[in-house]
């Protein structure tokens, strides 16, 4: 594996042994160095393409060394088609040191810029790409409780749409809001919307994802969980959109859950 393999999985830190790219000789805090490590590539949607792409970057990247076991890499990506570029930058840690034949190197800290060029890839048109967007931005920024926030607006959305569109009610007999969990686990029952691999043990994994985006998780709980939630909320979503019963109850409220028609957060539909 080389080090723009490791990159090309940003924000991925798990660690990986890489090809040897900075030479056995140390190199002193400060000093730039050009690397040939393979090309970085990064899928994001090309907002001038209007297509999901795999933005590049060149042969050589540009490392400045920080300490022994830390260095900082630039990187340009360019859209393949229109040339629109994304800037990245990478804090490369390495357990053992870089200067060893084989170095195991993990990402540190990952951020990129951008600007107007793209976004993540649409996996979906399902009119949440916003939210997982803004999740994703937050967890790659280790920002735990943000990433948990969109991630249960999503959660409370989507489950409040099947259940208006299925004529579960929302509210108590005495008009308050229904407990969400009350909720949702009656439009699962009927619905199936949580998929199997989080449903299989009664409910207990869901139980404990919900419990990290609904309460009071600590940070680094909540980034550690930051996956297994985004997976169960974008398998809910996958479910959704291909429950045809769900699907045709929407379509007959005029809430189309592709084009141009999306629905916002609050349950209501909006042109
Ligand atoms: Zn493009």
């Not at 080090?3 to 924000?11: G, I, R, T, W, Y």
């Not at 393409?49 to 933005?55: H, Q």
């Not at 299989?200 to 600590?218: C, P």
Request: proline share 3%; net charge neutral; charged share 25%.
């Amino acid at each position: 594996m080389r080090l723009s393999d490791v990159l090309s999985k940003a924000p991925d830190n798990t660690t990986f042994q890489v090809e040897s790219f900075l030479g056995s000789r140390n190199i002193g805090w400060g000093k730039n160095k050009k690397i040939s490590v393979g090309r970085v590539a990064l899928n994001y949607f090309c907002l001038k393409c209007e297509d999901n792409r795999t933005f590049m970057s060149g042969d050589e990247l540009s490392c400045l060394i920080t300490s022994e076991k830390i260095i900082s890499v630039d990187a340009s990506l360019r859209c393949p088609i229109c040339l629109s570029s994304v800037e990245t930058w990478f804090l490369v840690g390495s357990t053992e040191g870089f200067f060893t034949p084989a170095p195991y190197v993990f990402l540190e800290r990952y951020t990129e810029q951008r600007r107007n060029s793209a976004t993540r890839v649409r996996g979906d048109d399902s009119g949440f790409e916003d939210l997982l967007e803004r999740a994703q931005l937050a967890y790659d920024h280790r920002l735990g409780a943000g990433s948990m926030v969109y991630l249960r607006q999503i959660f409370e959305a989507i489950t409040m749409q099947v259940a208006n569109a299925v004529d579960i009610p929302t509210t108590t007999a005495r008009g308050k809001r229904r407990q969400f969990r009350d909720l949702l686990e009656e439009v699962d029952r009927q619905h199936r919307i949580i998929p199997a691999e989080f449903s299989n043990n009664r409910y207990q994994l869901f139980s404990e994802l919900s419990e990290v985006i609904h309460g009071d998780s600590n940070e680094s709980e909540a980034l550690r969980k930051y996956q297994p939630c985004r997976r169960l909320i974008l398998g809910i979503i996958h479910s959704v959109k291909n429950s045809g019963e769900i699907m045709v109850a929407m379509d007959s409220l005029g809430w189309g859950t592709g084009g141009s028609t999306a629905v916002t957060t609050t349950g209501e539909a909006t042109a």
